[in-house]
């Protein structure tokens, strides 16, 4: 019987601010199983974005434990937290968050950069490049993000995240910053992630129309997770090939 990937048990997190105590986590429970694509969403103050910060090993939990792949990552040194985010999670971020002084190849190249023993050169570019090429960016690979579109930049920012060939790929409002047409480019590329590489994807969002695209959805109101639905996915292939002809995508 295939374990999950993502075990939540009970997780809690208090924030002090002042006198005061804010509960963004009230006792979640959850399992997410290898190749599931997770959207999670929730209005403003939810704890969705707390709950995303726990699952990328960015914060730890007040109570309860967390498993990743069996490993319990909940009371880990920050230290071992970041050498778990950098062996096991990629992230893929709304504002892209690419350095605007390197090229798309360097960008990607970072997380590499934290391997331990570091990888050689060479090696870390041809990696590197491999990832820009599975994205269809080999030819922008000595452009600047000021060069590329946000639609490019996106898809950058993805290859960076999978550079390490993770098993898990965090995106937080991914399409947020982008038009509908490269929205849809955007959750293509991640429902082929999962389809063909069975890498499991969560996704944080607060448009449902982007929550539709996973196989499941949870809803976070209030530090409690109030449904946990299965989900029959939108194709964005499909949306892909009725928005035809596209030029090269924004």
Known sequence: MTSPLISLQDLK???????????????????????????????????????MHILGCLDRPTEGRYLLGGQDVSNLSRDQLADIRNRQIGFVFQGFNLLP????????????????????????????????TSMGLADRADHHPSQLS?????????????????????????????????????????????????ITIVL??????????????ISVRDGLIRSDTPNQPRSATDEQIALEPIADVA
């Open 13 to 51: 997190k208090r924030y002090q601010l002042g006198d005061n105590t804010v509960h963004a986590l009230r006792g979640a429970t959850l399992d997410i199983m290898p190749g599931e694509f997770v959207a999670i969403t929730g209005p403003s103050g939810s704890g969705k974005s707390t709950l």
């Open 101 to 132: 002084r390197t090229t798309a190849l360097e960008n990607v190249e970072v997380p590499l950069l934290y391997s331990r023993p570091l990888m050689p050169a060479p090696e870390r570019r041809a990696k590197a490049l491999a990832a820009l």
């Open 150 to 198: 946000g639609g490019q930049q996106q898809r950058v920012a993805i290859a960076r995240a999978l550079v390490n060939e993770p098993s898990l790929i965090l995106a937080d409002e991914p399409t947020g910053n982008l038009d509908t047409r490269t929205s849809i480019e955007v959750m293509r590329t991640l429902q082929e992630l999962r389809e063909k590489r069975s």
């Open 204 to 217: 944080i969002t607060h448009e449902p129309d982007i929550a539709a695209y996973g196989t499941r959805v």
